[in-house]
């Protein structure tokens, strides 16, 4: 039974939600930004962290940042129980609040698996679309272990988490000023700039739009899963402030 008061909130809502309130500015490395938070087995540290910086160095994240939360430490409303760790990375959706906050009317549309060839996109092999999943899409296929992103690490071949965001063309150079800035912050998960009124990694775009694709947050927690390590990961967990954050050498 339904409770009273209780309201259905689709990812669609939530995310624009979290990029109104993204003020993360990438010239002044500040601002809010939006955190994924995953928990690991204390005792798994070293191994996860050794797998975070492989996936980060080989350039599957969005960012090299992460915050490290220890038991008994506090994280928005998540209090990190005994005996485990919490790790945040930077979610992909803040690229979408900074784009948001140049004036650039950017539409987040689906998460996904896309194909990887001899180190190059192919295509979507799976997605999800925000409005249609009150879960995020890539927590899901996550859990669905049909990703292949540590083979994909060894052969230059496999399966990677990844989504995509649509924007009108008119705004194309103002998008290309703001990715570089991104870029020059560290945030170097772009994957693909489609062109106007062409199909995106085989997914198609609406009229006068042109896709853009970034590599998902989570493929290092992919990692880790397809390592066999136990790893629980909430996507677009909260927001936190940029200064928060660590660049990985200085962690691990």
Not at 36 to 40: A, D, K
Not at 189 to 194: K, M, N, P, S, Y
């Given at each position: 039974m339904q409770k009273k008061g209780y309201r259905l909130q689709f990812?669609?809502?939530k995310i624009r939600d979290l990029m109104y309130k993204t003020t993360f500015d990438p010239k002044k490395m500040d601002g809010n930004i939006i955190l994924?938070?995953?928990?690991?087995n204390k005792k798994d540290i070293d191994d996860v962290l050794r797998i975070f910086n492989m996936v980060i160095s080989s350039g599957?994240?969005?960012t090299p940042y992460l915050k490290i939360i220890s038991e008994g430490e506090s994280i928005g409303d998540l209090t990190i129980e005994k005996g485990k760790v919490g790790i945040g990375t930077v979610c992909s959706i803040t690229i979408d609040g900074v784009l948001l906050k140049a004036g650039i009317p950017v539409n987040p549309k689906l998460g996904g698996v896309v194909q990887i060839r001899n180190g190059g996109p192919v295509r979507f092999t799976d997605v999800l679309t925000y409005v249609s999943t009150t879960v995020d899409p890539l927590e899901i296929l996550m859990s669905q272990g049909i990703t292949s992103v540590s083979e994909m690490l060894r052969t230059g071949s496999g399966k990677i988490l990844a989504n995509l965001r649509e924007a009108p063309m008119i705004a194309r150079d103002a998008i290309d000023i703001c990715l570089s800035d991104l870029l020059d912050a560290e945030f170097s998960?772009?994957?693909?700039?489609?062109e106007p009124n062409k199909r995106v990694l085989d997914v198609p775009i609406?009229?006068?739009h042109l896709g853009i694709v970034v590599i998902g947050g989570t493929n290092p927690m992919a990692v880790v899963q397809e390592y066999g390590i136990s790893i629980?990961?909430?996507?677009?967990?909260s927001l936190i402030s940029f200064k928060e954050m660590s660049r990985i050498e200085d962690i691990y």
């Open positions: 990812m669609s809502s994924n938070l995953s928990l690991i599957l994240s969005v998960g772009i994957l693909e700039v489609g609406e009229r006068d629980n990961t909430s996507a677009m967990s």
